[in-house]
C-alpha cells in the first residue's frame, strides 16, 4: 500500500476553555484552501453553537470515526478531521483508518449563532486533552465556537508550532471518492423516531470480534421501527457489520429521528448509510459493504476516470465551483453549455480529487477541497494503472467486431450491453459489476476512446459497441485476478 506523510501545523493545540458568560471552544485549523487561495491557517466561524452540547457529542462521534481502524481494532488511527466553511453551514468529515466507515457531521444554519460562515476546506486539531474535555460537558451553558486562529496575524507570529505528521494511504484518498459515488446512489429507505432510534441502535451488537458483528446483517422497515432479517427480502436494507454505528451512541440522547438510506438491494452485501437527526445538525455514518472490505476497491469511480471528456469537463466545472452548499448540476449544465450526464460524470471525476462531496438529506453535491494531492488518488489505483498500462503497451487490436489485447497466454472476452462491460475473467465473475469494472474492460474502454496511454499518445480503434474479444494477461492483485 502506499503511503505518504502529511505534515499538519497548527498554532497552537484545540482545546475548550472557561470563558466569560460561559465555555470557549477553539478548533485550530492546519493549511487549507480558500476562495483566496491557500491559507496556512484560515478562519472559517466565531459565533454560538445553538445547542452546545450536542455538536460536542457530535464532533466526538467525527473524532471517534477518524481515530478507529473498525476491521482491525489492535492499531490506532493517527487522522485529524476535516471542516468545510460553506457560507451558511459547517461540515466536519472524517474517514476510518480501515477505510470502512465515512462519517460527517453538517452544523446547519440554524445551529449557528454569530457571522456568515466562512468557506474554504482545512484540517482541524482534534487532541487528546480536548476529546477528555468534550466528554465531560453537560448541560446547555452557552459554547463560544471559533474555528480558525482567533486572530488571522497569529500566522505571522514566530513561535512554537503544534505539528502533527499523519500518514495518508493512498486507499483512504480512494475512499472519500467512492464513499462519494454509492451515496449518491442512495434512496430514503425507513425514517424511525427518536425513540425507536434508541431502541434500535441500543439493540445493536457493539463487540468487534466474531462474524456476528464483523459480518453483513439485513434489516427491514416494520411499522415504525427496524427488524433484523435473516435475508435481504425485498425493501431490506444491509447493516454490514454493525459495531460500525458505535459512534452513534454519542448523540442518542440528542437525536430527533433517525433516516437510513441505502440501493435497491440484489442480494449482495451494499453499502448504507445512518444519519442521526439533531437540534439543527445531521450526523451521518456511511459504511462499506463489508467490515473487511473498505470503500477504496470499490471502482465506483474507474468508468469516470478512464475518459478524457470527463477530465476535460471537470476542468471546466472546477472553475464554476465556489464552496456552495448544495450544487445544481441543471445549474452547472446551463453555465457550462454541457449536458447535465456530462456535468454529472465530471463531479464523480472532482470526486476522485476530493473536490466535491455528496449530502444525501439534500441529494445535492457539495463543494469542498481536501487537503491532499489532488492526482493522487487517481495515480495509485491499482486497476486504472493496469489497464494504462495494457493500452500503452500497445496491446489491443482490432479485427472487424473483435479486439485483443494480447499479454501472454492469459484471453479473456469482453462484451458490452447496454453501455455496459462484461467480462470473463475471475474478477467480473466474483462480483458481476458490483465493484465496477475490471482493467481488462477498462483498457478496452480507454482504447476505444482514444484515451492517452501512459506516453501521452492516444489508444486508437475502431470497434463497434456490439462485442468486444479482449485478450490479457492475468495480473494478479490482493483479491484475485482483477
Known amino acids: 500500500m502506499t503511503r505518504s506523510v502529511q505534515a499538519l501545523a497548527y498554532a497552537r493545540p484545540s482545546a475548550l476553555e472557561s470563558a466569560e458568560g460561559g465555555r470557549l471552544l477553539g478548533l485550530e485549523t492546519s493549511g487549507g484552501l480558500t476562495p483566496d487561495g491557500a491559507q496556512d491557517r484560515p478562519t472559517f466561524f466565531a459565533g454560538f453553537l445553538t445547542s452546545p452540547q450536542t455538536a460536542a457529542r457530535g464532533l466526538l462521534a467525527v473524532a471517534d470515526v477518524a481515530a478507529a481502524r473498525y476491521f482491525d481494532p489492535g ?17 466536519f468529515e472524517s474517514f476510518s483508518g480501515c477505510c470502512g466507515v465515512y462519517a460527517r457531521l453538517d452544523v446547519l444554519p440554524e445551529g449557528l449563532d454569530g457571522q456568515e460562515t466562512g468557506r474554504g476546506t482545512t484540517n482541524i486539531d482534534v487532541n487528546n486533552p480536548l476529546r477528555e474535555a468534550l466528554s465531560r460537558m453537560a448541560g446547555d ?46 434512496d430514503l429507505r425507513a425514517e424511525l423516531s427518536a425513540s425507536e432510534a434508541v431502541r434500535f441502535l441500543r439493540s445493536l451488537p457493539r463487540g468487534s470480534g466474531g462474524t456476528a458483528s464483523r459480518g453483513a446483517m439485513w434489516v427491514v422497515p416494520a411499522g415504525r421501527t427496524l427488524r433484523p432479517t435473516t435475508r435481504p427480502v425485498a425493501g431490506a436494507v444491509c447493516l454490514p457489520g454493525p459495531q460500525r454505528l458505535a459512534a452513534l451512541q454519542r448523540v442518542l440522547r440528542q437525536a430527533t429521528a433517525l433516516r437510513v438510506y441505502g440501493p435497491a438491494t440484489d442480494g449482495a452485501p451494499a453499502a448504507s448509510a445512518w444519519e442521526v437527526v439533531l437540534p439543527g445538525m445531521r450526523l451521518t455514518l456511511t459504511l462499506s459493504p463489508e467490515a473487511a472490505r473498505g470503500f477504496s476497491g470499490e471502482g465506483g469511480v474507474l468508468e469516470a476516470l478512464a475518459t478524457e471528456e470527463a477530465a476535460q469537463d471537470a476542468e471546466l466545472i472546477s472553475v464554476l465551483l465556489a464552496w456552495e452548499p448544495t450544487i445544481d448540476p441543471a445549474d452547472l449544465a446551463a453555465q457550462s453549455g454541457l449536458s447535465v450526464e456530462r456535468v454529472r460524470a465530471a463531479l464523480t471525476r472532482l470526486g476522485t480529487a476530493g473536490r466535491v462531496g455528496y449530502d444525501i438529506a439534500d441529494a445535492a453535491y457539495f463543494h469542498r477541497e481536501l487537503p491532499y494531492d489532488a492526482d493522487r488518488a487517481e495515480r495509485h489505483n491499482p486497476r486504472l494503472v493496469a489497464a494504462r498500462a495494457l493500452v500503452s503497451a500497445g496491446a489491443v487490436e482490432h479485427t472487424g467486431h473483435l479486439a485483443s489485447v494480447a499479454s501472454g497466454e492469459r484471453r479473456y472476452q469482453v462484451r458490452e450491453s447496454a453501455g455496459v462491460l462484461s467480462c470473463t475473467c475471475q474478477w467480473w465473475s466474483d462480483y458481476q459489476g458490483r465493484r465496477g469494472p475490471c482493467k481488462h474492460a477498462l483498457a478496452v474502454r480507454m482504447a476505444r476512446r482514444g484515451a ?27 483479491g484475485g485476478t482483477r
Open 141 to 186: 451553558d452557552p459554547l463560544h465556537l471559533r474555528v480558525g486562529p482567533q486572530e488571522l496575524a497569529v500566522t505571522t507570529l514566530e513561535g512554537a508550532v503544534v505539528e502533527k505528521k499523519v500518514p495518508l494511504p493512498d486507499r483512504w484518498l480512494r475512499g472519500f471518492a467512492e464513499a462519494q459515488v454509492a451515496s449518491a446512489g442512495f
Open 75 to 91: 492499531r490506532r488511527s493517527l487522522l485529524d478531521p476535516v471542516v468545510t466553511g460553506n457560507g451558511d453551514r459547517l461540515r
Open 452 to 478: 492517452p496511454t501512459g506516453s501521452g499518445r492516444p489508444a486508437t480503434d475502431g470497434t463497434p459497441s456490439t462485442a468486444i474479444t479482449a485478450t490479457a494477461t492475468a495480473t494478479t492483485a490482493a
